[in-house]
Nanobody
Framework: VQLQASGGGLVQAGGSLRLSCAAS????????MGWFRQAPEKEREFVAA?????????YYADSVKGRFTISRDNAKNLVWLQMNNLKSEDTAVYYC???????????????????WGEGTQVTVSS
């Protein structure tokens, strides 16, 4: 599967952005999808994940819980990350990732995801 993230940009603190991740392939619904981010000189970190198929289960990093929402549309092969009340510390390159054999215990680990898209830059000005 190929993934392509988009929707990044420059926004003021307190503002909102919605990132999109478009996936190719026929088995998208069977993929766990996640968002990660990497700030300069920092390790890539988990942001959010959504379970396969109906996406009934979602998972968030504590730092974004209550502000970010992950969702998916299997018919359109899309995953979104709605980001509200953005803070300067949210500035990073955001990556979408996916995999069809990921287990729950690996949802928060970059190493659990075999497929990655190119990142999209999010810059939050204070």
């Amino acid at each position: 599967v190929q993934l392509q993230a988009s929707g990044g940009g420059l926004v003021q603190a307190g503002g909102s952005l919605r990132l999109s991740c478009a996936a190719s392939g026929r088995s998208f619904s069977s993929y766990v999808m996640g968002w990660f981010r990497q700030a300069p000189e920092k390790e890539r970190e988990f942001v959010a994940a959504i379970s396969r198929r109906s996406g009934v289960s979602t998972y968030y990093a504590d730092s974004v819980k209550g502000r970010f929402t992950i969702s998916r549309d299997n018919a359109k092969n899309l995953v979104w990350l709605q980001m509200n009340n953005l803070k300067s510390e949210d500035t990073a390159v955001y990556y979408c990732a996916g995999g069809d054999t990921i287990i729950v215990s690996s949802y928060r680990s970059p190493s659990g995801y075999p497929y990655w898209g190119e990142g999209t830059q999010v810059t939050v000005s204070s």
